[in-house]
T-cell receptor, first 115, second 113 residues
Framework: DTEVTQTPKHLVMGMTNKKSLKCEQH?????MYWYKQKAKKPPELMFV???????INESVPSRFSPECPNSSLLNLHLHALQPEDSALYLCASSQGTSGSSNEQFFGPGTRLTVL | AQSVTQLDSHVSVSEGTPVLLRCNYSSSYSPSLFWYVQHPNKGLQLLLKYTSAATLVKGINGFEAEFKKSETSFHLTKPSAHMSDAAEYFC???????????FGGGTRVLVKP
């Protein structure tokens, strides 16, 4: 299995809702990432998990809460989001975070709309 | 600090003609460089990578890129464009610490029949 899966594909939520995005990989990778991509822009890194521990938080607002229950799963919990948080949320994984060949494999993304 | 500049935001080519996507990078050390492609409403797919081995890198779907240190460039080429090549292309430089990626602004490729 050489893919990263994300669910749901689409999500519409109100500003008072709580929802979660899910990401899964079965490649044995030990690093996982969350990115946010606005329309016609490149992805922006949000969080990095390495060996199930949060190693990088790019100053993301606390209404986004990541969680890594095990080495194959990565969640992003959403609460009290704003309309400007509407975007494509991409998950990625890599073998690790050091070394010269740690290319990241991306999932198809979750298209989030906040009303 | 490192950065990536994609010199063209849009490129339009006819099917069967060559494609050239230009990328310049800035890095204080020997970089790892990547090209990713993103089809509409899809995730990113790795086309090819440079990690200080051969300077001419071959990727998937007939794409290749040449690393030129003297010009700090990593341009992507394909000899003959196909309709399925219509997509957004990102040139990316990797920072070793934390495996952080810095993306260029992207180049949207339009392929005309």
């Amino acid at each position: 299995d050489t893919e990263v899966t994300q669910t749901p594909k689409h999500l519409v939520m109100g500003m008072t809702n709580k929802k979660s995005l899910k990401c899964e990989q079965h490649m044995g990778h030990r690093a996982m990432y969350w990115y946010k991509q606005k329309a016609k822009k490149p992805p922006e890194l949000m969080f990095v998990y390495s060996y199930e521990k949060l190693s990088i938080n790019e100053s993301v607002p606390s209404r986004f809460s990541p969680e890594c229950p095990n080495s194959s799963l990565l969640n992003l919990h959403l609460h009290a989001l704003q309309p400007e948080d509407s975007a494509l949320y991409l998950c990625a994984s890599s073998q690790g975070t050091s070394g010269s060949s740690n290319e990241q494999f991306f999932g198809p993304g979750t298209r989030l709309t906040v009303l | 600090a490192q950065s990536v500049t994609q010199l063209d935001s849009h490129v339009s080519v006819s099917e069967g003609t060559p494609v050239l996507l230009r990328c310049n990078y800035s890095s204080s050390y020997s970089p790892s460089l990547f090209w990713y492609v993103q089809h509409p409403n899809k995730g990113l797919q790795l086309l090819l990578k440079y990690t200080s081995a051969a300077t001419l890198v071959k990727g998937i779907n007939g794409f290749e890129a040449e690393f030129k240190k003297s010009e700090t460039s990593f341009h992507l080429t394909k000899p003959s464009a196909h309709m399925s090549d219509a997509a957004e292309y990102f040139c990316v430089v990797r920072k070793a610490a934390g495996n952080k990626l810095t993306f260029g602004g992207g180049t949207r490729v339009l392929v005309k029949p």
